[in-house]
């Protein structure tokens, strides 16, 4: 039995170990759309900050975005894409600190005033695995430039051989999230994994299937004699959440690892499995004891599971955000 001194001490340990891999932690994701001129160009108004864009390229299609650097900071820009084959987007920097056009290949507009440099990808012959979204990318191009005065940089994205398929462009090196931005990425993963390519089914089914699954688990253990049992359905609701993200999270993996193989950084993914398996395990099991209650230790469990959720994306925000809410709701709340 998982009793709320095994979740402090293992909370402890999670903590630690997210700590340490914070400085590894994934992009601030976007998703630009229309960007296909330079006057359309996405606007990046912290372009230190590290950023992925999850952008497609058709046939024939350039893609633009704008920054704007003071002296002292630097130009970081890349491109990745999740799509097999030769598929290899590149890039061209464009500024006024720049001379010349003349290798600027057909189709990219450089704007007046402005001098280009042109970076080729070259694909590499293995996928990267990013641990945090889980997915495999390969990384294609990469420009990286010190500024001396404050200038502003268009950078163009196409395909030399105007092949078509989903890129992303990293800009900025700096790893910084707002409140905000770290909450809302479990529906940006959502938005990720269908820019790979997956199919919606593929994407939610392994989310919704154990949660149907754990309903019906949980209707056989139910008594209609029970009472709290507006307490007895967050906990069991909340519970399953987290089962269905820890399964989805594991098929993703699974689906990133078949690409690119073992590797160590597959720990980290793992920690994002763990804490909704066993903070759901014992959040569901508190919601089917004959004398479910909340003590003083188990709020406190409850408090802690529930933070552990909010840092590992589990249960899309509403799990957490329940647990956290029974760790401190008066008593007569919760009883019917």
């Given amino acids: 039995m998982i009793t709320a001194m095994r979740i402090g001490r293992l909370s402890i340990v999670l903590l630690v170990f997210l700590l340490v891999a914070s400085p590894v932690l994934a992009h601030v994701p976007g998703f630009p759309d229309d960007n296909t001129t330079p006057e359309q160009a996405v606007e990046i108004s912290d ?17 633009y975005y704008r920054v704007t ?6 130009l970081h820009v890349g491109t990745f894409t999740p799509h097999t084959g030769r598929f290899t ?10 001379n010349g056009t003349d290798s600027v290949p057909e189709g990219v507009t450089v704007p007046d005033g402005m001098g280009a440099i042109v970076v080729e990808g070259d694909r590499p ?11 495999a990318n390969y990384h294609t191009a990469s420009f990286d430039h010190q500024v001396n005065t404050g200038r502003t940089y268009v950078i163009a994205v196409y395909e030399p051989a105007n092949r078509t398929g989903p890129v992303g462009v990293t800009i900025g090196y700096k790893e910084e999230w707002s409140p905000t931005e770290y909450l809302t990425i479990p529906f940006d993963l959502v938005r990720t994994h269908l820019w790979e390519g997956q ?44 089962f269905g993200t820890a399964v989805n999270t594991t098929v993703q993996m699974s689906i990133a690892l078949a690409q690119t193989g073992l590797t160590l950084a597959a720990l980290i993914t793992t920690v994002f499995v763990i804490v909704p398996v066993v903070g759901g395990s014992w959040v569901v099991g508190l919601g089917l004891k004959p004398d479910c209650r909340l ?22 925000i509403l799990g957490p955000v329940i647990l956290i809410g029974l760790a401190v709701a008066p008593s007569r709340v919760l009883t019917e």
């Fill in 47 to 63: 372009p230190v900050k590290s950023w992925a864009f999850y952008d497609s390229l058709g046939e024939g299609n350039v893609k």
């Fill in 69 to 74: 650097l003071h002296a002292g900071e630097r």
């Fill in 89 to 98: 987007p590149s890039i061209v920097v464009m500024s006024p600190v720049f």
């Fill in 125 to 135: 012959n293995t996928a990267t695995y990013e641990p945090f979204t889980p997915s």
């Fill in 199 to 242: 199919h919606p089914l593929l994407v939610m089914g392994p989310f919704l299937l154990p949660i149907l699954g754990g309903i019906g688990f949980v209707r056989r253990r139910w008594h209609g004699e029970w009472g709290r049992r507006r307490l007895r359905i967050a906990l069991t609701g909340t519970g399953l959440l987290a």
């Fill in 295 to 316: 003590t003083s230790r188990r709020r406190v469990g409850l408090a802690i599971t529930g933070i552990l959720m909010l840092l590992t994306w589990a249960g899309f």
